[in-house]
């Protein structure tokens, strides 16, 4: 599924952001032990703050979830059975989320993967139970 737009929004912030200051950092007028300094300083913030954003989509995916499962005693049928995906899918993203958060050192491309499946999870149980 798709990031909402929001999502969207705040990803292509996060990357002009980056590429923004990247660029800054290789034109200043620095040496190359500073500029390499800057540039870890600036990974070590952005992983920082993926991981706050996916503690905060943890969070969200517990709230949802909790709502979801007392839905699932109402709804029948194909919708329960879309519903109990829903829920299954969502816990997946919530684990996959304390992996990545405990690990500590995880790669751009493992943050940005569990990012995207917990905000899919998070859209999809949202629209369901906006329903």
């Known amino acids: 599924m798709a990031l909402g737009n929001g999502g969207k929004f705040a990803l292509g912030a996060l990357i002009a952001a980056a590429v923004g200051y990247v660029a800054g950092i290789l034109t200043a007028p620095k040496s ?19 991981k706050k954003r996916l503690a905060q989509l943890q969070d969200e995916i517990s709230e949802l979830t909790v709502s979801a499962k007392s839905q699932l005693d109402v709804v029948t049928g194909k919708a329960k059975e879309e519903l109990g995906k829903a829920v299954e899918a969502a816990s997946h993203a ?32 949202k629209s369901f139970l906006t329903k």
């Not at 989320?97 to 149980?125: M, P, T």
């Open 94 to 125: 919530k684990e996959k989320i304390a992996r990545v958060v405990k690990n500590g050192k995880s790669s751009d491309k493992d943050l940005d993967k569990a990012l995207k499946e917990a905000q899919a999870a998070v859209d999809h149980l």
């Open 32 to 50: 190359g032990k500073e500029t390499r300094a800057d540039i870890k300083q600036a990974a070590e913030t952005g992983i920082a703050e993926a």
